[in-house]
Nanobody, 116 residues
Framework: QVQLVESGGGLVQPGGSLRLSCAAS????????MGWYRQAPGRQRELVAH???????NYADSVKGRFTASRDIAKKTVYLQMNSLNLEDTGVYSC??????????WGQGTQVTVSS
């Protein structure tokens, strides 16, 4: 089993920044992929950022240029730096990981609220 624990969410004004963290119970370099997803009220969960085992990342069009995913393998943690936040970025942000057997693991999520 892989346990993932997100942190760093909160209330921020439009234009502000937050950095989310996702701490894993295993070596994140052993996971095939890791991703950040978000779910806004009344909407389906959507992929925000995706990172492969070799560290390559890609992003949803809506966050390109504003969000940056990174990782610290020694700390078994992935991050999501979110800048220039807007109202549409509000939602529950969750981290996931897929292992070499194709099993998917999820964290419990962290709430991000962008409001003036």
């Amino acid at each position: 089993q892989v346990q993932l624990v997100e942190s760093g969410g909160g209330l921020v004004q439009p234009g502000g920044s937050l950095r989310l963290s996702c701490a894993a119970s295993v070596n994140i370099g052993s996971l095939n992929t890791m991703g950040w997803y978000r779910q806004a009220p009344g909407r389906q969960r959507e992929l925000v950022a995706h990172m492969t085992r070799d560290g390559a990342t890609n992003y949803a069009d809506s966050v390109k240029g504003r969000f940056t995913a990174s990782r610290d393998i020694a700390k078994k943690t992935v991050y999501l730096q979110m800048n220039s936040l807007n109202l549409e970025d509000t939602g529950v942000y969750s981290c996931n990981g897929v292992d070499v057997f194709g099993r998917t693991f999820w964290g419990q999520g962290t709430q991000v609220t962008v409001s003036s």
